[in-house]
């Protein structure tokens, strides 16, 4: 998160070198725990180096299978230990992601374009 030195106003964000290593160790520590995890990733500001103060990180993960509705599947990683910076995830199945693509096709052409993957 932030640091604000005790001397000064001025407001420090993670850098990119800490954010992307975060990422990595999270990655692989996921796809190692999880068999079911197939890809990780990061996109959107961070992906294109254009993060500032107050960015979060946009983070995918794509799995073979995965038992929980779409909407509840990103309470079930702990997207907090370990990152410097608050992070905003999105988990599809490999066969959503292929939904996706053929009925969003922008929206995962636009993902896979800048995304970073990691694991």
Known sequence: MPVRSLTSP???WPSLDQVDGAV???GVALK???PAAVRVGYFG???RGSWGVGSDLDVVVIMTECGLPLERRGTAFDTI???PVPVDLLVYTVAEWEQLRAERASFVRGIEAEAVWVA
């Open 45 to 47: 500001s961070y992906a």
């Open 24 to 26: 990595r160790s999270w």
């Open 81 to 83: 230990t370990g990152f």
């Open 10 to 12: 001025v407001l420090i």
């Open 32 to 34: 190692s725990s999880t």
